[in-house]
């Protein structure tokens, strides 16, 4: 399994994009946590002043927003939270869903 991430500007400026294999994935979910992980990391080095998480797993996005608890896959929340609360951001980030 894998995990991708893309890190737009406002007006939808490709500032970076990468993947990486993801061995020890378990569920997509879970592959999806670590694309998003891999987009903070990214973005930490950008040094955004806000920040807009969209992505296609409802689950990731729920459990990020505080609209779900994250149970099975609480290890990589976690990572995913302390990843975010890295990014030095000027307002709280906001979540999306995209529908596929």
Sequence with gaps: AGG??????????VWWEGARFVPSCVTSSHAEFEGLILGLEAAR????????????????IDQMSG??????LSEPAGRAREALARLPLGSAPSFGAIVR
């Design 4 to 13: 991708a991430a893309a890190v737009l500007s406002k007006d939808g400026v």
């Design 67 to 72: 609209k779900a608890r994250a149970r099975k």
């Design 45 to 60: 080095a950008l040094s955004p002043d806000a920040l807009r998480v969209e992505g296609d797993c409802r689950v990731v």
